[in-house]
C-alpha cells in the first residue's frame, strides 16, 4: 500500500479520487471542485489518499485554519466496498502521523453530526476508536442543512497545547470555510 500526500492540486490524483469523495459525501455535501482548487491555490488543504496496486482505498482533505495550530479533517473516506475492514483506521494513523510530523499542527479537530442516528453513532465511535474525543459544550447548525454538529478533537503526542472549548472549534471551522469560499 501506497499513502501520498499532496498540498498542491494534481488533477490525475483528484480524478482518481472524485468518485471516492462523491459517493461518500453526496452532491449537497461535497464542495465544488472549483472550490477544492482555490484551497490548494491558497495553500488551505492537503490531499492525503491510500493506494493499493493502482487502486484508490481512502482519501481525505485536511485544511490548515490560519492563526490556530489545528488540522482540520475536512473529508475523509474510505471506498464504500472496503468499509469495516480496518482501511479507514490505517489510514487515518497514516494522516496522524503526517500532523504530527509538521511542526505547525499540535491537534487534529473533526465534525460529526450528532443527531442520534445508528450512521452517526458509528462515526462517532469510529472517531473516538483513532484517538478523538467529543467537545459535549460545541454544537452548530449550518444555514445550508439542516443536520447539528459536533466537535471531536484529538491531541497529538508531544505537543502540549491549550484546551479547546466548543466554542472555538466553531471559530477555527467557520474560519477555515471562509476562506475556502473566497
Known amino acids: ?5 499532496r498540498d498542491q492540486w494534481d488533477e490525475e490524483l483528484w480524478s482518481q479520487v472524485r ?9 449537497h455535501a461535497t464542495k465544488p ?3 477544492i482548487r482555490n484551497m490548494f491555490d491558497k495553500e488551505l488543504c492537503t490531499l492525503h489518499v491510500l493506494i493499493d496496486n493502482e487502486n484508490v482505498l481512502s482519501m481525505a482533505l485536511t485544511g490548515s485554519i490560519p492563526g490556530s495550530s489545528v488540522l ?13 475492514h480496518g482501511i479507514g483506521k490505517g489510514f487515518f494513523d497514516y494522516i496522524k502521523e503526517w500532523a504530527g510530523s509538521q511542526a505547525k499542527y499540535k491537534r ?14 458509528a462515526r462517532i465511535n469510529f472517531w473516538e476508536k483513532c484517538g478523538f474525543h467529543l467537545l459535549d459544550d460545541y454544537q452548530h447548525c449550518y ?13 497529538l503526542k508531544g505537543k502540549p497545547a ?3 472549548k466548543g466554542e472555538d472549534c466553531l471559530k477555527y471551522i467557520a474560519s477555515f470555510h471562509k476562506e475556502s469560499y473566497k
Open 108 to 121: 487534529i479537530l473533526v465534525e460529526v453530526e450528532c443527531d442520534e442516528t445508528p450512521q452517526n453513532l
Open 162 to 164: 491549550p484546551r479547546l
Open 72 to 84: 482540520l479533517l475536512d473529508y475523509f473516506a474510505v471506498r464504500k466496498d472496503l468499509r469495516g
Open 1 to 5: 500500500m501506497e499513502f501520498i500526500t
Open 33 to 35: 471542485e472549483k472550490i
Open 19 to 27: 468518485n471516492i469523495y462523491n459517493v461518500a459525501f453526496g452532491e
Open 143 to 155: 444555514r445550508w442543512g439542516p443536520q447539528h454538529y459536533m466537535a471531536m478533537v484529538m491531541h
